[in-house]
């Protein structure tokens, strides 16, 4: 379950903290040993609260960089990795508590404290995450991990199938024959490419697991694919290379999401009166429906119901095959300057993005994100070319990197710009994203 182990990093800073608060109370007591009373040396409370945050923040930030918060695929070595991650921040918190002295702190940080509080944290940490593991492992033997070994090395299947069958929580298939089914290789949750096949038929199966949420790995012999990111990576006895489409993945998702909750939470609360000035607009310039409702394709092909106020007269979409011939825009997208179905005093909506508030909705509702590809419909979609189709490894946007360069670029362009973000993601890009468009909102563009 991989609510479970997004929970895992939180549990371990409430651990710490918990466990230098026992540590805590215990050093504060002088007759915790009969008939010997043992002076209880001077401990600052505010100061002691503030190593605790501390050292639960470092034990976190050092188990990212180990990587013992793993969410993605199976778990196999984790408590030797909780046990490095344990030892490395025991030994940063006893040179912070000792250096920090006249810098951090004005009294010392106790020892026993030290000793103790970290004991207590790493059994009270084995304990919580064995029952963690106990549990994903009950669920994922429920739905084993479905892996595809395309290779013509039977003796390589044979020998990493003796690793694999000795765990529940694999279902291992393989290809020894070279005819790989495009469309079969979507029913696993794990493509293995041992094979020097060609460039071509790397990149298909690329892109099938990147428009499917697959984990793909091959490891090279001459070339690599574009828009790819390639990391190092073991799986089970292979050491081999994982394809990512973005460092939009697992922890990163999980991270913009956060963001995404927070921001459209924000823009709800403080333009909400916003949003009931522009209903109340469009109410009396034009009546009902106040909100426009069109299916969309978002990530890995889902169709969801996207939100806008209505800015176009009530049959819009019908009128739309009527005007197709007059389409301005190249590529698979349809646009006119003056479209006749936008009314006039719906331009200003449009032209300022005011339009697309109830957007915000879609994003609470996890089927858009802030910053992301543009969300288009089925029809246009089909028109895509191979390429242009990796943008659906993403949800959709309400702004997106393109939009930063105009709102009339050429569909292949745009395609190309979305990708560029998709792989070299970041919360400082998005941030970057929101601002360029706010610029590009007020100068008009």
């Avoid at 344990?86 to 006893?94: A, E, H, R």
């Avoid at 390589?156 to 199938?161: A, G, L, Q, S, T």
């Avoid at 574009?226 to 973005?246: F, Q, V």
């Amino acid at each position: 379950m991989i609510y479970l182990r997004i929970l895992r990093p939180f549990l371990h800073i409430v651990i710490v903290l918990i466990s230098f608060y026992v540590t805590y109370f215990l050093r504060k007591q002088t007759d915790l040993i009969p008939y010997i009373h043992i002076k209880t040396p001077f401990i600052d409370i505010q100061e002691t609260i503030i190593f605790a945050l501390t050292a639960s923040i470092i034990f976190v930030v050092i188990g990212f960089i180990i990587n013992l918060y793993k969410i993605q695929w199976p778990i196999h070595g984790h408590h030797r990795k909780l046990f490095k991650t344990w030892f490395i921040w025991f030994i940063v918190i006893t040179f912070f508590a000792y250096f920090g002295i006249d810098i951090v702190f004005e009294s010392w940080i106790s020892r026993l404290l030290i000793v103790w509080g970290a004991i207590i944290s790493i059994v009270m940490m084995l304990v919580v995450d064995i029952f963690i593991n106990l549990l994903n492992n009950h669920f994922e033997k429920k739905d084993p991990y479905r892996i595809l070994v395309i290779t013509p090395k039977k003796k390589f299947y044979e020998n990493i199938k003796v690793f694999f069958s000795k765990y529940k929580i694999y279902s291992l298939d393989y290809n020894l024959s070279g005819n790989i089914k495009i469309d079969k290789i979507k029913d696993y949750n794990i493509v293995f490419l041992v094979w020097n096949v060609d460039l071509e038929k790397v990149e298909e199966i690329s892109d099938i697991a990147r428009l499917n949420g697959l984990g793909f790995y091959f490891f090279p012999e001459s070339w690599f694919l574009e828009d790819i990111l390639y990391r190092p990576a073991r799986l089970g006895p292979i050491i081999t290379w994982e394809y990512k489409p973005s460092s939009l993945d697992w922890w990163g998702r999980v991270l913009k999401r956060i963001f995404d909750i927070l921001f459209a939470s924000m823009i709800l609360i403080l333009w909400w009166w916003i949003f009931a000035l522009v209903a109340l607009f469009i109410l009396i310039k034009d009546g009902r429906p106040i909100i426009y409702k069109s299916k969309r394709v978002g990530r890995w092909w889902k169709e969801f119901e996207m939100f806008k106020f209505r800015t176009m007269v009530r049959n819009a979409d019908k009128i739309k095959s009527e005007l197709e011939n007059k389409n301005e825009r190249d590529g698979p997208l349809f646009k006119i300057e003056d479209d006749p179905r936008v009314l006039w005093w719906w331009k200003f909506l449009r032209k300022t993005s005011l339009d697309e508030i109830p957007q915000f909705w879609n994003i609470l509702l996890g089927k858009m994100s802030v910053v992301g590809p543009r969300p288009h419909l089925q029809s246009e979609v089909e028109n895509y070319t191979r390429w242009q189709k990796r943008v659906l490894s993403v949800k959709p946007w309400i702004t997106g990197y393109a939009q930063i360069f105009g709102r009339d670029l050429p569909f292949d362009k745009e395609a190309r710009l979305d990708l560029y973000r998709t792989q070299n993601w970041s919360v400082w890009m998005d941030l970057f994203v929101i601002i360029g468009t706010i610029k590009t909102i007020f100068k008009g563009k």
